[in-house]
DNA sequence: ACAAAAGTGTTCGTTCTACACCCATGC
DNA sequence: GCATGGGTGTAGAACGAACACTTTTGT
């Protein structure tokens, strides 16, 4: 989210005018609308989802698509997306990558639009009801959405956006992004199955998870799945940073 | 490159109309202006470099800036960076991938400019000459490049393709797009070493190359060089392909 | 006491790393 | 014949993959 961090490249409006009185060697070139969507990803039970909407406008009604907006001109594709997503969602602080621009020409049909796709990661647990019902927004496990009917490109940037996190996620520790606080080994191996889309042994797993010590073993365990019940684990951010700055390189 | 593939996502322009009569979703929405900057990489010596230009006009009249230029109405933004690169080297068939979007408001001084960054990557040699002279673009080692002054954000596009060069180039065979057809097991090294900016083995490096049995040796040898002379070898891309077929994993 | 999930170690094979000497050739 | 870079193998360490039994506790 390079455009949100405060910088030279992206200091307060007040501070600038935009020189319209001379001609730019960008005068005469052609404006387009641009547009973010976000591929929101969730997880719940052992499978990663995705938050998808009924596209009301014609001649699309009814398709599923991606949750999107138009950028405007004062706010940054980055601001865009997280306005997408608080707007919808009432999240945020939530953390979002940048996945990929979309830019053929005809693919929305009634107009030239770039659309550049994100993706956030979410815990879903909290506002799962309210999304549901304010938005007619509904999850749905990622195995899934290659059967639905999606709008223009939509499921291209859901694949490319589940190649991207499939990627980072092992080399980056931002699975946490999607549990709560706390959670169990177990389901951060659910997790990690359902996004690399493969079983992980369960004691090598925890092996290689344990041993980076970013975890810290809480002294709770879970109640009601099982009657032995399982330790409760939580990722230390901190820890990780400091590790980080040491060279140490997580991987999955 | 997605948009460049002949699907249904961008059929031919003749197919298709803009319907403006009707009113649409996207109408009143704000249009702005779209550009396109390539970071040309090229391979010579024992260092990666970077092809950058003096940029023309004020106020940055003087800066080193990324060849660009703006999208056009009936054109993909691939086809834009595709366009900028056959322009500025006279090359098509060029391997080149999209790298990330810079959408701040005030990126650009002068206007509101979404601005795609791509990189390319291409063999040097045959195109050196012209380029310097038709153009005033010049070569820099990527070592270098953080102490020049480059215009608006293009320090920040370069670092970001380099980092995803950097990835890619580990685990896609896209490195010998920047070498010749024949080139020795030397070069290759280099050029890796350039890349991930570290030192590799020379044993371990040639044991693994090979052994992936991508390259076939040929019974040429360098001259000039040494006494010896190094043998030649080349990329075989339609092995890669079968092997790729059968989930062979190019790994560096 | 038993059912159900949690937790835990070892072995083996593969891969990575470090390292040094002989070879072929042009001069 | 010698100087120069080219080419090659081995041993030890680290890591990854496979695999099964005991523990805890609610009913």
Known sequence: ??????????????????????????????SLLNS?????????????????????????K???????????LEESIDDAARNTVERLTGLDNVYMEQVYTFGAVYRVPTERVITTCYYALIEVEPTLVKLSNDYGATWHPISKVGQLDLVYD????????LEQLRRKVRYQPIGFELLP???????????YESILERSLDKRNFSKKILNMSLLQKLKEKQKGTSRRGAYYFR???????ELAAKGFLFEI
Chains 1, 2 share one sequence.
């Not at 007040?14 to 960008?26: G, N």
């Not at 990722?235 to 940073?241: H, L, N």
């Open 154 to 161: 939509h499921l291209l940037m859901f694949e490319k956006a």
């Open 235 to 241: 990722f230390e951010e901190k820890r990780y940073q």
């Open 1 to 30: 989210m390079l455009d949100s961090l405060p910088n030279k490249l992206n200091p307060s409006p007040v501070a600038h005018f935009r020189d319209t009185s001379t001609p730019h060697y960008h005068a005469g070139e052609i």
């Open 181 to 191: 606080d706390k959670f169990t080994m177990l389901e951060l191996r659910n997790l």
């Open 36 to 60: 973010v969507d976000c591929v929101i990803f969730g997880f719940y039970g052992t499978e990663l989802h995705v938050l998808l909407h009924r596209f009301p406008y014609a001649p699309f």
């Open 62 to 72: 009814g398709f599923w698509a991606l949750l999107g907006g138009f950028v405007h």
